[in-house]
């Protein structure tokens, strides 16, 4: 176990890092640390450093059964940890639960009529909905039959959702659930074509919809993606029998789409036939998948996460309550969209679990002025805040002194999806949180189910701009290129990886358990024969730095994601949908440096001969980027050039056109078999408006790697 300070220290500028490391980005230097408030330290759930002692090396795995005893189970485990098919870990084995019942059911008698969810739609004219968990119980157990006896679906089967932020989005979730079905949200955002992608890799043969909802002022026509969604989960092979469309306002349709009959149906013409039916939740093996999750990696194909019953659920429920700290009583609210990992985990199923009351907003959280997020916090009495830097950055910048003026009266406050930088970590203390609420900052991935990194509010010191320690019963380690160890303290970076496995870890990716091996264990394993855990680091993907304390400070990933406003884009999936368009000959997507989103995609193409104007292009580029994956990924700039910088095997050097974006020194070119080519780019480069202040030569050299 790392030692990690109970004590603050609070000195500003301990322990700086070594500047002549190559390495490491030296944006902003280790920052002292501070106590959280102690009204806070007063009550929270764990505030007794023992707690690292339950979960130390020695106890491991043992210790995660102080999580899986906060669920409810139908049939006790037999096993904590199976490892006889590594890195494919069972936790739990021969327990079974259902998580419907866990999150939904068990809470009836207790607390029946207290909110589980608060909806806040959008428009702030339409009343706020409040739905205790004795509704939920009812409305959850109605969709479930729907679900069972109109669709068809049975324990195992694969079901997509297509959903935006409203509570049919959880319910449906839930009712999934309730029967034992995998259900797998594509985030509301993204494109129809995007959404068949998942829906064909899945094998859903039910797509669940929502006819539109509100976005920054409109109403969003949603179920206009239905057809490209079908059609293109048709082209790769899957048939879709039955789209189920909610209503956002049963009565009134918000979509101008007709439905198709036979394949079409909407729901508040369906649901009265299950009126006051009652699904018994189906018990699940605590290693049967409960969802997917679709996430960028380096090839241009998604991933689906596989997530398990037994252990998922045990994992986000300690790390809710431990780090979140939170309590059936609180008011939380997390802005992350369910259609990320951050909503499943810590808006659903965490929250749910304890018993608590999870905020659900429909919209954006600076609409329809930057003050929304505090009205929001000060009417619902909301205590618990969990949000993005992104979201800190831009309310810090568009109007910096709003969060005084309002009433929000927050204990803790939970930052997620990217690094935060130490000022803007300092304003969020300060004026969001007025200098009452401990802050956490929450490093972890879609893969990993939960957190990995971050204090334990109840006891560790906070440092603007590191995540922490690792959270109890995690073992990172650094490694270096060699996989040799590096010594916190050192002042060196290196890959993150951990050490061992823990029960919120993905089980497999969907579908091909070849490419989860060879992605997340390969490269450090020691022996792949073995079958004891130790022989089997878990490699993030993200380069990282501890300091003599043991805090980790996250610097990014060091393989070809792009990380937008949190979210995470494949360049290669941004690429394919640029060669999507015929002209262009070859494409590029590099990271550029951005004031709030942290980065945005540039991107470079070449044309074939003969191709139409370049702006003509760069501008079908732009909406085919748009339409197969998102606006969440549009470009900053479509740059159209003469040739790309190639090694002479002919491979595109990305981190030469990341440096010409970003405006820094494109380094040694020597190597490339067209060095002449940089000039011109550059000269194509310096003619576009150019508002960012670039990224770091160090963080470039980071981010962006190619391999020759
Ligand atoms: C990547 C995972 C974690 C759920 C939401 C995003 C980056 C995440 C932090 C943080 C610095 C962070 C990492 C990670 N990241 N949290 N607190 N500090 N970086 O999940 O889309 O799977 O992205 O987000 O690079 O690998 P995701």
Known sequence: MSEVPTRATNRAGASPTDPSSPSIDARWKEEGTIPPPARFTAQANVRN??????????????????????????????????TSHPPFWRWFEG?????????????????????????????????????????????????????????????????????????????????????????????????????GTRIADSGSRVLVTMDGYSRNGRTIDHFANV????????????????????????????????????????????????AGKRVDPEPMASTDPLFLMYTSGTTGKPKGCQHSTGGYLAYVTGTAKYVLDLKPEDIYWCTADIGWITGHSYVVYGPLAIGGTTVLYEGVPSYPDPSRSWRISE???????????????????????????????????????????????????DEVGKGEAAVVDTWWQTETGGFLCSTVPGI????????????????????????????????????????NPWPGI????????????????????????????????????????????GYFRILGRL????????HRLGAKELESACLKVPEVAEAAAVPLADELKGRVPDIYISLKPGAPPAAEVAARVRSSIVELIGKVAAPQHV?????????????????????????????????????????????????APRASPGLSAEALHKEVRDTE
């Open 559 to 566: 393989d070809d994601v792009i990380k937008v406003a949190g």
């Open 460 to 499: 560790h010191p906070m440092k603007p701009g590191s995540a922490g320690p690792a959270v109890p019963g995690i073992f990172p380690v650094i490694l270096d290129e060699d996989g040799r160890p590096i010594e916190r303290g050192s002042g060196h970076a290196g890959i993150i990886c951990i050490r």
């Open 227 to 274: 057809e490209a969604a079908v059609r293109s989960a048709e082209s790769m092979g899957q048939r879709v029998d039955k789209v189920l469309v909610w209503s956002r306002h049963p009565g009134r349709s918000l979509t101008t789409h007709p439905l198709k009959d036979g394949r079409d149906h909407r729901i508040e013409d369906l649901i009265g036939r299950y």
């Open 379 to 429: 009417r619902l009495g909301v205590n618990i805040f969990h949000t993005s830097p992104t979201l800190i950055r831009q309310l810090r910048k568009t109007a910096p002194e709003e969060p005084h003026r309002h009433g929000q009266k927050f204990r803790l406050m939970a930052t997620v999806g990217e690094p935060i930088e130490p000022e803007v970590w300092r304003w969020f203390y």
């Open 49 to 82: 450093p023992t707690i690292f002692e339950r979960f130390s090396e020695e106890r491991f795995p043992a210790c995660f059964e102080e999580y899986a005893r906060l669920l409810d189970w139908s049939t006790p485990w037999k096993t904590v940890l199976d």
């Open 506 to 549: 993905m089980q497999t990716i969907w579908g091909d358990p070849h490419r989860f091996l060879e992605q997340y264990y390969s490269r450090f394993c020691r022996d792949e024969k073995s079958t004891d855990w130790r022989d089997w680091p878990y490699v993030t993907g993200d380069g990282a730095i501890q300091g003599a304390d």
């Open 95 to 195: 327990g079974t639960l259902n998580a419907s019942h866990n999150c939904v059911d068990r809470h009836l008698a207790e607390r029946g009529d207290q909110p589980a969810m608060i909806f806040v739609p959008e428009d702030e004219a339409e009343a706020v909905q409040y739905i205790a968990y004795r509704e939920l119980h009812q409305r959850v157990n109605e969709f479930a039959a729907l679900l069972r006896d109109f669709a068809g679906l049975r324990r195992g089967d694969r079901v997509t959702f297509h959903l935006p932020m409203t509570p049919e989005l959880p319910i449906s979730m839930l009712a999934a659930a309730r029967i034992g079905a995998v259900h797998c949200e594509v985030f509301g955002g993204f494109s129809g074509a995007a959404c």
């Open 639 to 687: 740059y159209v050039v003469d040739d790309m910088p190639k090694t002479r095997s002919g491979k595109i050097m990305r981190r030469v056109l990341a440096a010409l974006s970003n405006g820094v020194d494109a380094g040694d070119t020597t190597t490339l078999v067209n060095p002449e080519i940089v000039a011109s780019i550059r000269k194509v480069v310096a003619q």
